[in-house]
């Protein structure tokens, strides 16, 4: 039976056959096994699943699926991941990132992302460090995180992801924790039936550079209250909240970008009438 | 196509985005940018007409990845901006490149650099379309001198972009772009083809395995073939790899197919060249100042000739050899101060003497400048 025909999956059927390059431990391969998990639940075919990301270690996920697969260039996927989109609306688009690929190079793009609401999903693999350059602070890195580079911290007040999304028009939000698998990939699920933009950021501990990361799975635990459809109690929230509760945290209703299902095929016969003088 | 002709006034800039939708562009994605805003304005209103999809984008480096995005899609995308956008496109312009991401870049050139001057013409962007990007790498970049031109040149980055597999710049001159002309387009134009899609059967499908055309065929998302694009250095499959073999393969293939299909790509017009004693190189709209020149000088008698590039990168190499094999004296203008000389000065031997006739304050290149400098160089040659 070839894939075309298929009408149901295995995990294994979205893996290539690459293995990873990640460290042992690294917390992005449990978001690899989610999101087959998750692909596996909503059935969509893997030639129909285009997965598109920057640069980082947690960019490198498209090339261990066996979707299509993008692999770009540092911060851009989100737009990358738009034209697609909007270009194809029968895919669906999941776009791959981490900390400082989308929340500091790729930061602005963020923000229109959320605004412009697009159909597709948004996974940030949030380790709080640059994983790939060996360790530097990122956007969402805590003030007093030391390193080579920040010697005793940085001192600036971190980034605050699912705030911003909330604030830019995201059309879902949801915080997951890449060791909870069953949840991450039930929100995964729901995020890319969600209509629009939906954004899930999972921490993903970089057990290299941030071995304190791993008392992560301690700390983690289920949002003590129902999603809600209002982005201003969201938000609140979330900013009040421990940066542990996991699941979805907001449901919006937005109209997604309107992308136009060509009929007419680029038939420049309508530009007859321009040429009339 | 039925040969037919309609006669039309256009600017520049429309006929840039109406020839782009003749050749089959339902995409675009753009940020404003002045002298290059009428692009995106009549793109915004044709392209819903046909079906097509017009996105503002957040910048111009949004722009162009949206536009590869689309592309690999299926889509048959372009972007127009102009120099500071032009500066932030060329990363993705590379990741298009490496990842042979069919796709028009635009760049209607002012003076620059930096801001400079937003609405005065300039062409100190040649270098950058050359260059602009990092790493080694072949370039297509075109360079109209007219209206009418600007509709054939348009049609033509689409059709190179498409067969080969290649971003396509396509540089215009502030002068250009604002210029309205009467021109005499195809009654019924044809929308260009070439892209090739990956056929037959999915299971052992190379993403970046080429044939004789070395352009490999595109999987088209969806269509059942894993296809991983990367801006990393890769093999046939797709996938990174550091193997000096590999990595000297892939390079190497992308230089090739562009002289593969140099026949499609190099576009030059050697006016007079043949007894010239002095030849002009010009482009875009310093060419019509050129053309005007040259023919003034011949009839005061003097033996000039004009060798205008339409395709500037891969420079003409060839054709200017043949067109300059007797001139003594070459003088390229150029609206910079002398970036496309350099190109000239590699291709000349020692016994041509090269000179710029240069400007870059804003106004274009007159005749009566070029003619000044041919009665010079005339008379240092006494
Ligand atoms: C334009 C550009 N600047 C810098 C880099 C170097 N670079 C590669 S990955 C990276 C950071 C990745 O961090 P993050 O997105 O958090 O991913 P992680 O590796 O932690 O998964 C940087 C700065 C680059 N590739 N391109
Ligand atoms: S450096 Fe950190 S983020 Fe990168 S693979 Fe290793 S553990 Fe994962």
Redesign the interface.
């Given at each position: 039976m070839?894939?075309?025909q298929k009408t149901s999956f295995k995990a294994s059927d979205y893996r290539?056959d690459?293995t990873p390059i990640w460290c042992p431990g690294c917390g992005d391969f449990h978001v690899l096994l989610s999101i087959t998990k998750a692909l596996v639940e909503l059935g969509t075919?893997?030639?129909?699943v285009?997965v598109?990301s920057g640069?980082g270690c947690s960019s490198r996920i498209?090339?261990y699926t066996?979707?299509?697969?993008?692999?770009?260039?540092h911060g851009?996927?989100?737009?990358?991941?738009?034209?697609?989109?909007?270009?194809?609306p029968?895919?669906t688009v999941m776009v791959m990132s981490g900390d400082g690929d989308g929340f500091s190079i790729g930061g602005?793009?963020f923000?229109?992302a959320c605004r412009r609401n697009v159909d597709m999903t948004y996974v940030v693999m949030d380790n709080r460090v640059y994983g790939m350059t060996k360790g530097q602070p990122s956007p969402t890195t805590e003030p007093d995180w030391d390193s080579a580079l920040s010697p005793g911290g940085t001192g600036l007040s971190p980034f605050h992801p699912l705030v911003i999304a909330l604030a830019s028009g995201a059309n879902f939000v949801a915080r997951e924790f890449s060791g909870d698998i069953k949840g991450t990939t039930r929100t995964l699920v729901e995020a890319v039936r969600h209509p629009g933009f939906s954004f899930v950021e999972i921490l993903s501990p970089c057990v290299t550079f941030r071995p304190d990361e791993r008392a992560w799975k301690t700390q983690i635990h289920a949002a003590p209250v129902e999603a809600t459809d209002d982005p201003a109690r969201a938000a609140r929230r979330i900013m009040t909240d421990d940066g542990f509760n996991v699941g979805v945290l907001y449901r919006g209703n937005r109209k997604p970008y309107n992308?136009?299902?060509?009929?007419?095929?680029?038939?420049?016969?309508?530009?007859?009438e321009?040429?009339?003088? | 196509m039925t040969g037919e002709t309609?006669?039309?006034?256009l600017q520049g800039n429309h006929a840039c985005a109406?020839a782009a939708?003749?050749?089959?562009?339902?995409?675009y994605?753009g940020y404003p940018i002045t002298p290059s805003s009428e692009v995106a304005e009549r793109m915004s209103v044709?392209l819903?007409?046909?079906?097509?999809?017009f996105?503002q984008?957040?910048?111009e480096?949004?722009?162009m990845?949206?536009?590869?995005?689309?592309?690999?899609?299926?889509?048959?995308?372009m972007t127009a901006t102009s120099g500071p956008g032009f500066s932030l496109k060329q990363?993705?312009i590379?990741?298009g490149i490496i990842?042979e991401t069919p796709c028009v870049i635009v760049n209607v050139m002012r003076g620059g650099p930096s801001t400079g001057m937003p609405t005065r013409p300039g062409q100190g962007d040649i270098m950058q379309a050359r260059w602009g990007t990092h790493g080694d790498h072949p370039v297509v970049a075109l360079a109209p001198a007219s209206v009418a031109e600007v509709w054939s040149e348009t049609r033509r980055a689409f059709a190179i972009a498409e067969a080969v597999r290649t971003p396509v710049i396509l540089l215009i001159d502030e002068v250009v772009g604002h210029l309205v002309e009467?021109v005499a387009?195809d009654?019924?134009?044809?929308?260009v083809t070439g892209r090739v899609w990956a056929e037959g059967d999915?299971?052992n499908f190379q993403p970046y395995e080429a044939g004789p055309s070395l352009v490999p065929a595109m999987?088209k998302?969806?269509?059942?073939?894993?296809?991983?694009?990367?801006?990393?250095t890769h093999g046939p499959d797709?996938?990174?790899t550091q193997d000096p073999a590999t990595a000297s393969a892939m390079l190497t293939r992308l230089f090739d197919k562009i002289e593969t299909h140099n026949s499609l790509i190099e576009r030059f017009e050697a006016i007079d060249c043949e007894d010239a004693d002095i030849v002009i190189v010009a482009y875009g709209i310093s060419a019509r100042a050129a053309r005007r020149a040259t023919s003034l000088a011949r009839k005061a008698g003097l033996r000039v000739g004009l060798f205008r590039p339409v395709t500037l990168w891969p420079f003409p190499e060839t054709a200017f050899r043949t067109a300059t094999k007797s001139a003594g004296r070459i003088l390229v203008a150029e609206m910079n101060a002398g970036q496309l000389r350099m190109e000239i000065e590699r291709l000349t031997s020692e016994n041509q003497h090269v000179e710029g006739v240069n400007r870059f304050d804003g106004e274009p290149i007159t005749p009566e400048a070029i003619l000044t400098a041919i009665d010079q160089s005339k008379e240092q040659a006494a």
């Amino acid at each position: 039976m070839t894939q075309l025909q298929k009408t149901s999956f295995k995990a294994s059927d979205y893996r290539s056959d690459n293995t990873p390059i990640w460290c042992p431990g690294c917390g992005d391969f449990h978001v690899l096994l989610s999101i087959t998990k998750a692909l596996v639940e909503l059935g969509t075919a893997p030639e129909n699943v285009a997965v598109v990301s920057g640069i980082g270690c947690s960019s490198r996920i498209p090339a261990y699926t066996n979707c299509y697969g993008f692999h770009g260039v540092h911060g851009r996927s989100l737009p990358l991941g738009a034209g697609l989109k909007v270009a194809r609306p029968d895919l669906t688009v999941m776009v791959m990132s981490g900390d400082g690929d989308g929340f500091s190079i790729g930061g602005n793009h963020f923000l229109h992302a959320c605004r412009r609401n697009v159909d597709m999903t948004y996974v940030v693999m949030d380790n709080r460090v640059y994983g790939m350059t060996k360790g530097q602070p990122s956007p969402t890195t805590e003030p007093d995180w030391d390193s080579a580079l920040s010697p005793g911290g940085t001192g600036l007040s971190p980034f605050h992801p699912l705030v911003i999304a909330l604030a830019s028009g995201a059309n879902f939000v949801a915080r997951e924790f890449s060791g909870d698998i069953k949840g991450t990939t039930r929100t995964l699920v729901e995020a890319v039936r969600h209509p629009g933009f939906s954004f899930v950021e999972i921490l993903s501990p970089c057990v290299t550079f941030r071995p304190d990361e791993r008392a992560w799975k301690t700390q983690i635990h289920a949002a003590p209250v129902e999603a809600t459809d209002d982005p201003a109690r969201a938000a609140r929230r979330i900013m009040t909240d421990d940066g542990f509760n996991v699941g979805v945290l907001y449901r919006g209703n937005r109209k997604p970008y309107n992308t136009h299902v060509k009929d007419t095929a680029g038939d420049p016969a309508i530009l007859e009438e321009e040429f009339e003088i | 196509m039925t040969g037919e002709t309609k006669l039309t006034n256009l600017q520049g800039n429309h006929a840039c985005a109406l020839a782009a939708i003749s050749a089959g562009c339902d995409f675009y994605a753009g940020y404003p940018i002045t002298p290059s805003s009428e692009v995106a304005e009549r793109m915004s209103v044709e392209l819903p007409r046909i079906g097509g999809t017009f996105i503002q984008m957040e910048d111009e480096i949004a722009s162009m990845a949206a536009v590869l995005g689309a592309a690999m899609g299926g889509a048959v995308a372009m972007t127009a901006t102009s120099g500071p956008g032009f500066s932030l496109k060329q990363e993705n312009i590379g990741l298009g490149i490496i990842t042979e991401t069919p796709c028009v870049i635009v760049n209607v050139m002012r003076g620059g650099p930096s801001t400079g001057m937003p609405t005065r013409p300039g062409q100190g962007d040649i270098m950058q379309a050359r260059w602009g990007t990092h790493g080694d790498h072949p370039v297509v970049a075109l360079a109209p001198a007219s209206v009418a031109e600007v509709w054939s040149e348009t049609r033509r980055a689409f059709a190179i972009a498409e067969a080969v597999r290649t971003p396509v710049i396509l540089l215009i001159d502030e002068v250009v772009g604002h210029l309205v002309e009467t021109v005499a387009v195809d009654a019924n134009p044809e929308p260009v083809t070439g892209r090739v899609w990956a056929e037959g059967d999915p299971a052992n499908f190379q993403p970046y395995e080429a044939g004789p055309s070395l352009v490999p065929a595109m999987a088209k998302p969806g269509d059942g073939r894993r296809a991983h694009m990367t801006g990393l250095t890769h093999g046939p499959d797709g996938f990174p790899t550091q193997d000096p073999a590999t990595a000297s393969a892939m390079l190497t293939r992308l230089f090739d197919k562009i002289e593969t299909h140099n026949s499609l790509i190099e576009r030059f017009e050697a006016i007079d060249c043949e007894d010239a004693d002095i030849v002009i190189v010009a482009y875009g709209i310093s060419a019509r100042a050129a053309r005007r020149a040259t023919s003034l000088a011949r009839k005061a008698g003097l033996r000039v000739g004009l060798f205008r590039p339409v395709t500037l990168w891969p420079f003409p190499e060839t054709a200017f050899r043949t067109a300059t094999k007797s001139a003594g004296r070459i003088l390229v203008a150029e609206m910079n101060a002398g970036q496309l000389r350099m190109e000239i000065e590699r291709l000349t031997s020692e016994n041509q003497h090269v000179e710029g006739v240069n400007r870059f304050d804003g106004e274009p290149i007159t005749p009566e400048a070029i003619l000044t400098a041919i009665d010079q160089s005339k008379e240092q040659a006494a």
